[in-house]
């Protein structure tokens, strides 16, 4: 069994200047869980949503919304690890590689 990923995608209730017409960063975590559930069934994974303009208290999760606003990268932005792995309009077939080399095996 993998060890449990968690993605965080960060992002605001408002849409990029330069995503318009791209789903919210709320809707695509939705759109991410729902995605990863299906390619990965059974396999343990987190997806959360994380507000860049009001963070939770966790540190870590603080620092790097903080990141995201100060670097002016679009959102939503993607997180693994502490390591951004999509920025804007995220690719399935890159998050998807990305459980795969953390070990998950598709399941359809």
């Known amino acids: 069994m993998v060890n449990e990923a968690k993605l965080y995608v960060y992002g605001s209730t ?3 200047a330069s995503c318009v ?3 919210s960063s709320k809707e695509t975590e ?3 869980r729902a995605a990863i559930g299906r390619k990965f069934s059974g396999q343990p994974f987190v997806v959360e949503y994380v507000d860049i303009f ?4 966790e540190v870590a ?3 790097m919304a903080n990141k995201i606003v100060d670097e ?11 390591e951004i792995i999509a920025e804007g309009n995220p ?3 890159d998050i998807y590689q990305v459980m795969n080399d953390r ?3 598709a399941t359809m």
């Open 72 to 82: 002016d990268y679009m959102y939503p932005v993607i997180v693994v690890d502490g």
């Open 21 to 23: 017409g791209a789903p």
């Open 54 to 57: 009001n963070p939770p208290n």
């Open 91 to 93: 690719r399935l077939k």
């Open 61 to 63: 999760l603080a620092d």
């Open 14 to 16: 408002t849409i990029c």
């Open 103 to 105: 070990g998950y095996l």
């Open 30 to 32: 939705e759109w991410l």
